[in-house]
């Protein structure tokens, strides 16, 4: 069953701009994990946001939590054409054993 | 340092074959997982191994088994390979278990089952 779910499936922008992806699950976590694949690739690990904490960044990353929400979000500003990837939120769902991602986000950042 | 490998990295297979996928990492981690994505799917895991010598099931564990004789390398088998077992199967690493900590990914490997 799917934990994470992500928000849009898909994300069309020009390189400059800023993309905002979405991540909602149901039940309560201790921390969440945003991910990126580029196509063909393996997952690359972006950022690990705790559940007591409310914003994370990472140079051009920053991400969001809201656990009263159960959502999360991961803003990419000043977007690249490098930044086409899938971008997948996962949530270990109480679980200390198992990571579960969502089905991704296709984020496609045109020149 | 390599961090995690895969191989091989395709493979075609008939129904009713076997074969056995190999990852292997030089992290050190005593954590390592596969995984399965198919299209529209997002990951899911099949096995997982706390240590050497040791695995688990996880949410997709049937019609594979799994081995852990040494820390560095996790293999995953098909003993009868099904065309419902066509996917991108993906290993994965960690220093602690499971969500606490990044999970390092290989590159994978695409399986075809005819």
């Known amino acids: 069953s799917q934990q994470g779910e992500e928000d849009p499936q898909a994300l069309s922008i020009q390189e400059g701009e800023n993309a905002t992806m979405n991540c909602s699950y149901k039940?309560?976590?201790?921390?969440l994990q945003w991910y990126r694949q580029n196509s063909g690739r393996g997952l690359v690990h972006l950022i690990l946001?705790?559940?007591?904490?409310r914003e994370k960044h990472s140079g051009r990353l920053r991400v969001t939590l809201d656990t009263s929400k159960k959502s999360s979000s991961l803003l990419i500003t000043a977007s690249r054409a490098a930044d086409t990837a899938s971008y997948f939120c996962?949530?270990?769902?109480?679980?200390?054993?198992?990571?579960?991602f969502g089905k991704g986000t296709l984020l496609t950042v045109n020149p | 340092n390599a961090g995690v490998t895969q191989t091989p990295k395709f493979r075609v297979l008939k129904t009713g074959q076997s074969m056995t996928l190999l990852c292997a990492q030089d992290?050190?981690?005593?954590?390592m997982y596969w995984y399965r994505q198919d299209p529209g799917m997002g990951l899911r895991l099949i096995h997982y191994?706390?240590?050497?010598?040791?695995?688990a099931k996880g949410e997709v564990p049937d019609g594979y088994n799994v081995s852990r004789l040494k820390k560095q390398n996790f293999l995953l088998g098909l003993e009868s390979a099904a065309p419902s077992q066509t996917s991108v199967y993906f290993c994965?690493?960690?220093?602690?278990?499971?969500?606490?900590?990044?999970?390092?990914f290989g590159p994978g490997t695409r399986l075809t089952v005819l």
């Open positions: 191994s706390v240590g050497e010598g040791t695995t």
């Open positions: 946001i705790r559940s007591n904490e």
């Open positions: 992290m050190n981690h005593e954590y």
């Open positions: 996962a949530t270990d769902g109480g679980s200390n054993y198992k990571l579960t």
């Open positions: 994965a690493s960690s220093y602690l278990l499971g969500a606490q900590d990044t999970q390092y």
């Open positions: 039940t309560s976590i201790n921390n």
